[in-house]
């Protein structure tokens, strides 16, 4: 009588916290912190990918631009491992499907045609001449970046907000 009591009390506490049995184990605060700060070194390293950009100069040196690239790439790749591996608590499954739907494919294409100005730079070095054709359309990633990138973290944001109705924040 003992086992049935403590095991009812049990199952009572975990529906009364709002807990799924499938949640249980996750920590859900680490989760939300430990993406907040992979999307914050996205940030960092997209900034100073940006910046270096802009520091480009005529026949200059482009290592700095290089190891920018580098870094916003890893990044990048850190936060798509994040999410691939990473036990998500059904109530946070709305940050990877967010991920997966608009700031994945966006980033993605990002760091694709970066790439493409960047491995160009390292080739052919940095002339207004032969990298003007990619300035448009790197820009135009910059100023989207920052719109996905803010979407995504209102998601997270918002649902963290919300969390303390019925998740174990």
């Known amino acids: 009588m003992k086992k049935i009591t ?3 009390s049990l199952v009572g506490v ?3 916290s709002g807990c799924s049995v499938g949640d249980l184990f996750i920590d859900q605060v680490a989760v939300h ?3 907040v700060d992979t ?3 996205v940030l960092r390293a997209e900034e100073n990918f940006y910046d270096e950009y802009w520091a480009l100069e005529d026949n200059a040196d482009t290592t700095a631009f290089e190891a920018a690239f580098s870094e ?3 990044a990048v790749g850190e936060l798509d491992t994040f999410f691939m591996e990473t036990k998500f608590a059904s109530g946070q499954m709305v940050f990877k499907e967010d991920y997966e739907a608009n700031y994945k494919p966006f980033i993605d294409d990002y760091v694709e045609y970066a790439k493409e100005f ?3 730079v390292a080739t052919s070095g940095y002339t207004y001449e032969s990298m003007e054709p990619y300035f448009e359309e790197l820009d135009e990633f910059t100023v989207d970046f920052v719109d996905v990138h803010n979407t995504l973290i209102g998601t997270i944001n918002t649902q963290s907000d919300y969390a303390t109705s019925g998740q174990s924040y």
Do not use: G, P, V
């Open 118 to 120: 960047t491995d160009a």
């Open 33 to 35: 912190n430990s993406l």
């Open 6 to 8: 403590i095991l009812s």
């Open 14 to 16: 975990l529906l009364f």
């Open 72 to 74: 916003f790439e890893t």
């Open 39 to 41: 999307m914050d070194a």
